[in-house]
């Protein structure tokens, strides 16, 4: 299954793209594994997921917690925390 990634702010600085398209393993079932594989495919990944306390996610445009399963998903985004203003 082919999920298009969305990255924003500082998670798109640090990864070096805007998006990118992954085939992540079967064993991957919730947002919390997809960043933790994603962290291993680079050094830029691994920068940006480093404090999965500082992640926000949307899966389909849904804001979602980070344990939350990926299912049929077309699109997550990660992101840090939104301030208002």
């Known amino acids: 299954m082919t999920i298009r990634m969305v990255y ?3 998670v ?3 990864i070096g793209t805007g998006e990118e398209s992954v085939e992540p393993p079967a064993s991957v079932v919730t947002v919390a594994d997809l960043v933790n594989w994603l962290a291993e495919t680079s ?3 691994a ?3 480093e404090n999965r306390s500082r992640l ?3 899966v389909d445009q ?3 917690p980070l344990d ?3 299912g049929r998903a077309q699109e997550i985004a990660i992101f840090p925390p ?3 203003g």
Do not use: K, M, Y
């Open 82 to 84: 939104v301030t208002g």
């Open 68 to 70: 939350t399963p990926i």
């Open 12 to 14: 798109r600085e640090r």
């Open 56 to 58: 926000r996610a949307a």
């Open 8 to 10: 924003f702010a500082w």
């Open 62 to 64: 849904d804001f979602v």
């Open 47 to 49: 920068e940006a997921f």
């Open 43 to 45: 050094s830029g990944h």
